[in-house]
């Protein structure tokens, strides 16, 4: 009677281990996918970095040409507005 309970606790124990070992193997395997999405994020990531500094760069050109053009179009209203004093004159 004593062997069928020890060979029952060894198979008991044998099993509990199994499945300990199938649940390390299931972690690890979660583990190299988290980082391999990890990688993958941090590569999106420079990506969108890169792209939100050209971006900025982008909008400062055009923030740039814009005042230009402000200063053009306000030179250019100052002159009509010489030419209009100097047709009053006349």
């Known amino acids: ?3 069928i309970v020890l060979i029952g606790i060894t198979l ?4 509990v281990a199994g499945l300990q070992f199938l649940y390390l193997s299931w972690l690890e395997q979660v583990n190299r996918s988290n ?6 994020l941090e590569h999106r ?3 969108l970095n890169d792209r939100l500094f050209q971006s900025e760069l982008d909008v400062k050109q055009q ?3 814009l005042a230009e053009h402000d200063i053009l179009l306000e ?5 009509e507005v ?9």
């Open 75 to 79: 030179t250019e209203e100052i002159d």
């Open 82 to 90: 010489w030419a209009d004093v100097i047709s009053d004159e006349r």
């Open 63 to 65: 923030a740039a040409v």
């Open 35 to 40: 980082k391999k999405r990890i990688t993958e």
């Open 45 to 47: 990531c420079m990506y």
């Open 1 to 3: 009677m004593t062997m």
């Open 12 to 15: 008991s124990l044998l099993g």
